[in-house]
């Protein structure tokens, strides 16, 4: 008899955890990216007195999936003259950085896939992966574009994990530890956010806003610039990959803050996870909001910003937080 | 240094109050072919022909041929036949190649007996480009009925 | 004449002709020859004049070069000609005395074929390799091989050496068909070299071939944002050639009209100019104001963006009381909206950083390039056509100029900015105003024929100088209509500032300028 629970015996009760979490992690990925195309569309055509997506389905709901049959449907082209391989690998190796990441994000008290003690490094060096596959996929593409697309985000995104680091840290030393629950377990007393940690806080959210490529820090794609950046040659279901991994990047980054700043799934009443998606979803209508108020800054002055404002500030707050916590 | 950044957070917090306010406004479009809003009186679609004062039946035409001569992108083709025992010429055919045609109007203010007009047909759409050689005396007998 | 007299006295062997400004629109009209044309441009650059238009007209008997030097400060303008051999024709360049020459030169040389000797860069501006002929010569005169092979010179793909990025014809950063091959280094520019001719329709020979009547359609195709601007700059020249009176009313209308063409074009300009920069929010807001307008213009004209309202004598048909009091709303609501422009742009600090201290042009820029419009008010010269040569209603209506100091991006942002509440202000004065009486003058002919000359006319389109160039042999059909464009010049000075800068920078100048493709390539 093969039921459930044999096959859970079989291939014992940790694997069969990761297993369905990573099936769910799917679903949540691909779910998300779908609703946040929709959220992204109304959000930019309200603020411009536009009414966005209306025709299929209620309120356009139902968009975001014919755009996806459209993507999944449509022929994939391939340029003449790529590098076949890295053409090839840079949408799959975009994909899998923002499905780890999922792992060890705590949903709620118990839904989590896995707590791993080390949580944020696992989160931080992945999503450092990412930028690999801009480079693979600028690369492989044999486009002027996609090249300053690629090299512009490579630049960017080590000059934006260092404070993005720096601000994660005084918060690991107050929760004393790196795992993810611990930290949102820290914060029953309250937010990290308004315990001196707001300019960790801020910092951290412009950081992220940078390393998602998002306005006005949107450089490696800059379209009045680059055309479309790194993705200029790529066509659909690849281009959906990296516009699904640029949502799910969008979310993990507002995942973290959360945890860290917000008191992740901590608040009254609702349950857990509703609040979890409340304070995250909040913050990712607050990048939309960057994205459809500001301009785009020049590359030089968003290297400047980062080494000279971020992260000495980011410097100073760590330095600051260890000190009082030694006293 | 640190004013700079202050006065710059404030102008950024200022930018994003505009598009919040703008985020719950009403929006300002038509939800076009839902709504559709009013053609002016004077909007240039393409020309038509106008009926007589005396005789509604028949076009003011007299098939001179000044609309023909004086449009700049030849789009028209006045094309009369003179009957037995009339005297005038009469009109049969009206051809407006409205591809090439700029509205301009030249052709309604040339014409001696203001027998041209503007229609307010504002969205012709045809797979077909044959469709838009329009024949006015057609469309001007189909108005007719 | 003062400049007569000088002129006399730097080259004895000339003789200036004073012209009935009224009748040809200048002053002085001088014959040079090959020998003495460069030092004429020489003495001309180190009197402050730019060079205003230079074009060819084909007498068959012989070819004629016009040169237009003009003066930024008053109102002077000289007409030099430059009679050549139609056989293997050939004249010395100016091009390294006036920069803008440049692109003359070329232009001339494709339409006509007259050689420029010393001029370093003699390949198609606006044509392709597929012409046998010489477009705008009067007879059939085939294209040499070997003037084919200096034409198609120009090969950037082909060069092994150097990073070279095409901006456009199809990037989202050139608004239109503009072709920009960039050499680079890295994310700086070494060379930027404008390419254009993809929206070439040939409106000049067009002209050649239509009465001044079936002409009317073609004006507002060349600046489809100023649409009425250049409809007018066509009506008022030809009115000037035939020595017609327009009735008062008409005037002032034209005025009205053409002012709420300016703010409507520039307000396309901004929401473009933002986009260029990566905010694309202002863009539909101004595409909100700007439809207003479109609604105000199109219940009067019958048209949203190719108006040809205005008519030889008056106007296409009166305005209306509605009319009035949509324009007056208008104003109102137009007003209101700048403070929250200013809030959502103005003063936005990641937009200062951006368009701050980029571009700078100094001061020779006006003289080298004959730049204008904002462009050339943004470095502090209050030169506009409305002021310096009016037309219309312009000279009874007081109005200021809005000037920078800067000349850079942000200076020229501000000056358009500026120009919307003049304009505004124009608009308010010229209805209070706004006589009774009749719109057309009466007796127009059917059929226009003015009398034999020509005539160099201009109007300050919403991107600056456009000057008319109409030579008339008596018949309805223009002999040669010569149309200097704004943007034009404007774009010229784009190789001198993007060098070196880096591409961002680069493309948030080349919206500065508020280019408009089918102007440039008519």
């Known amino acids: ?327 | 240094m640190v004013k700079e950044v202050i006065t710059g957070a404030i102008s950024l917090l200022k930018g994003m109050g505009v598009t919040i306010k703008a985020f719950f406004s009403p929006v300002v479009t038509v939800q076009y072919p839902r709504e559709t809003i009013n053609i002016t009186p004077r909007f240039r679609g393409h020309t038509k022909l106008v009926a007589d004062d005396e005789n509604p039946d028949k076009t003011r035409c007299i098939v001179c041929g000044m609309c023909e001569r004086n449009c700049p992108s030849n789009s028209i083709q006045v094309i009369g036949e003179k009957k037995e025992g009339e005297k005038k010429k009469i009109l049969t055919k009206y051809i407006l190649n409205f591809t090439t045609c700029s509205q301009c109007g030249i052709c309604v203010e040339s014409c001696p007996t203001d027998a041209l007009a503007f229609s307010g047909d504002y969205n012709p759409a045809s797979f077909n480009k044959e469709t838009f050689y329009y024949d006015l005396v057609a469309e001007f007998e189909k108005r007719k009925k | 004449m003062e400049i007569s007299t000088k002129i006399k006295e730097s080259f004895p062997s000339l003789e200036p002709k004073e012209c009935p400004y009224e009748q040809n629109g200048y002053h002085l009209s001088i014959e040079a020859t090959k020998s003495n044309i460069v030092d004429i441009a020489r003495f001309f650059i180190k009197e402050d004049f730019y060079l205003a238009d230079l074009c060819c007209v084909d007498y068959i008997d012989y070819l004629e070069l016009v040169y237009f030097f003009s003066k930024h400060d008053k109102l002077l303008r000289i007409k030099v000609t430059l009679k050549i051999d139609p056989e293997k024709p050939s004249a010395p360049t100016i091009s390294h005395i006036y920069n803008i020459a440049h692109w003359f030169e070329r232009e001339i040389h494709e339409f006509f074929g007259v050689l420029f000797d010393g001029h370093p860069f003699m390949v198609y501006l606006f044509l392709h390799d597929q012409i046998d002929f010489y477009p705008l010569r009067k007879k059939q005169v085939p294209v040499p091989d070997e003037d084919k092979r200096l034409l198609n010179s120009f090969k950037p793909e082909e060069q092994e050496d150097g990073f070279f990025l095409n901006l456009g014809p199809q990037h989202p950063s050139t608004h239109g068909v503009l072709r920009v091959v960039v050499k680079m280094n890295g994310e700086y520019i070494l060379e930027a070299i404008p390419v254009l001719g993809y929206l070439h329709r040939m409106h000049e020979k067009m002209a050649e071939n239509r009465t001044y009547q079936q002409f009317y359609p073609n004006a507002a195709r060349m600046d489809y944002l100023g649409a009425l601007n250049f409809n007018l700059g066509y009506v008022t020249t030809v009115e000037k050639l035939c020595g017609i009176e327009v009735p008062e009313r008409a005037q002032y209308i034209r005025t009205i009209t053409c002012e709420l063409n300016r703010i409507s074009s520039h307000l396309l300009w901004l929401g473009a100019f933002l986009a260029d920069l990566g905010g694309l929010t202002p863009f539909l807001y101004t595409f909100d104001d700007r439809e207003q307008i479109l609604d105000i213009l199109e219940a009067v004209t019958g048209s949203r963006l190719t108006y040809s309202y205005f008519r030889f004598g008056g106007l296409f048909n009166d305005v209306d009381d509605n009319f009035v009091d949509g324009v007056k709303k208008f104003i109102n609501r137009l007003r209101s909206r700048f403070s929250m422009y200013d809030r959502l742009v103005t003063g936005n600090v990641i937009f200062i950083n951006r368009v701050k201290d980029i571009g700078v042009m100094d001061r020779s820029y006006p003289i080298r390039y004959g730049c204008s419009g904002p462009v050339i008010r943004s470095i502090g010269i209050p030169f506009d056509m409305r002021k310096h040569e009016p037309y219309a209603a312009y000279d009874r209506i007081d109005f200021k100029i809005a000037t920078g100091t800067n000349a850079d991006n942000m200076d020229r942002y501000l000056v358009r900015i500026q120009e919307m509440e003049n304009s505004l202000d124009i608009i308010e004065k010229a209805l209070k105003e706004l006589p009774t009486g009749p719109i057309k003058a009466d007796k127009i002919p059917k059929k226009l024929k003015p009398p034999k000359g020509d005539i160099y006319h201009t109007i300050e389109s919403p991107r600056g100088e456009l000057g008319i160039y109409i030579v008339s042999d008596e018949s309805d059909v223009p002999y040669r209509m010569r149309w200097r464009v704004p943007s034009y010049s404007n774009l010229m000075t784009f190789p001198e500032l993007a060098k070196g800068t880096l591409i961002a920078d680069a493309i948030a100048t080349l919206g500065s300028y508020d280019l408009v493709i089918p102007e440039i390539d008519r």
């Open chain 1, 1 to 327: 008899m093969c039921t459930l629970d044999n096959i859970i015996q079989i291939i014992g009760k940790e694997v069969a955890r990761l297993i369905l979490g990573l099936i769910g992690v799917l679903v949540v990925v691909v779910v998300n990216a779908l609703v946040l195309t929709w959220v992204e569309r109304k959000v930019s055509g309200h603020m411009q007195r536009r009414i966005g997506p209306k025709e299929v389905g209620p309120y356009g709901l139902i968009q975001p999936f014919a755009d996806g049959l459209k993507l999944l449907a449509k022929e994939l082209l391939t340029p003449a003259n790529v590098d076949k391989p890295l053409y090839y690998l840079a949408p799959v190796i975009v994909f899998i950085p923002v499905l780890v990441s999922f792992i060890v994000i705590p949903f709620d008290g118990f839904l989590q896939v896995k707590d791993i003690n080390v949580g944020i490094l696992v989160i931080l060096a992945f999503s450092s992966l990412s930028v690999l596959s801009i480079l693979i996929a600028g690369w492989g593409s044999n486009n002027k574009y996609s090249l300053i697309g690629a090299t512009r985000s490579v630049a960017q995104n080590i000059a934006y994990e260092i404070p993005l680091l720096l601000t994660l840290l005084p918060v690991v030393f107050m929760a004393n530890s790196l795992s993810l629950r611990d930290i949102v377990e820290a914060q029953r007393e309250g937010w990290f956010v308004w315990r001196w940690q707001f300019f960790a806080f801020l910092i951290y959210f412009i950081a992220a806003t940078a390393e998602t490529n998002r306005t006005p820090f949107d450089l490696p794609e800059a379209e009045s610039e680059l055309v479309a950046g790194f993705h200029t040659e790529f066509s659909g279901m690849r281009f959906a990959l990296f516009f699904l991994a640029e949502y799910t990047n969008i979310f993990i980054a507002s995942a973290i803050a959360t945890t860290f700043f917000l008191g992740g799934y901590l608040g009254p009443v609702l349950p857990g996870v509703v609040w979890f998606f409340i304070k995250t979803y909040f913050l990712v209508f607050v990048i939309m909001w960057f994205r459809w108020t500001f301009p785009r800054v020049r590359f030089d002055q968003l290297l400047n910003f980062s080494w000279k404002i971020l992260i000495p500030v980011a410097f100073a707050n760590l330095i600051v937080t260890g000190g009082i916590l030694k006293l």
